[in-house]
């Protein structure tokens, strides 16, 4: 099929164009500038060149996003905007890349991506909802981020299930194959770890010498990720590459 990734020179993105490829599909990668192999320019934040991107596309992988800037801006108006621009006539499957628990936990960036998947979900089109647990890459850059000298605070209790990136890329392109859901479908790391687990296993492997320390943190946001609010539920798929394994490669 003819398909559009949106963030298609992002780091999901990066392992996803490829699998699609192989798989014999004639893959664009949107982004604001276009760059690399079969890149199209796209800006989910203005609406420029969207269009242009969008036409044709019967399958789109929609993975743009924008933790660190404005996500309503991005995340939940630039889904409207995609969604005007698409040729509904040809789109077969619209496939949406979030986050395991959207739905749960009271933090802003989580509440702008379910709020995308509401526009996607009102808007008729033929839509999966891909919710993701955390890569092993942002584990690291979060804990880097955190260490302080000696010393790496860790929330306590906090509980995650990280995932490697390049088998959520697989499951993507499974579920692309596959009749949209108009629903949640869920994929998640082999194994439930701590946040303390997660910093003794990365400061062992990168950071020999750093002491980790849990601290008890105080709020709704913190008690959600203590009660499980970013674990897959039962009926997730998931991978099979540790935290523990990501780190020795």
Known sequence: MDVLVTGGTGQLGRALVPVLQAAGHQVRQMSRRGTGPGGVRGDLATGRDLAEAAGGAELVVHAASDPRGDPWQVDVAGTRRLVQALDRAR??????????????????????????????????????LAR????????????????RGPVLPVPMSWQAAPVDVAEAADFLAEVAGRPATGDVVEFGGPEVLTAADLARAWAAAREPGVH?????????????????????????????????????A
């Open 91 to 128: 789109l077969q499957h619209l496939v949406y890349v979030s986050i395991v628990g959207v739905d749960r936990v009271p933090y802003g960036y989580y509440r702008a991506k379910f709020a995308a998947e509401q526009v996607l979900l009102a808007s008729g089109l033929p839509v999966t």
């Open 212 to 248: 980790v320390v849990a601290t008890p943190l105080p709020g709704r946001l913190s008690a959600a990720f203590r009660e499980g609010g970013v674990l897959p539920g039962p009926r997730a798929e998931r991978g099979r590459r540790t935290y523990a394994e990501h780190l020795r």
């Open 132 to 147: 993701i647990t955390q890569f092993h890459t942002f584990v690291d850059e979060m804990l880097a981020t955190a260490r």
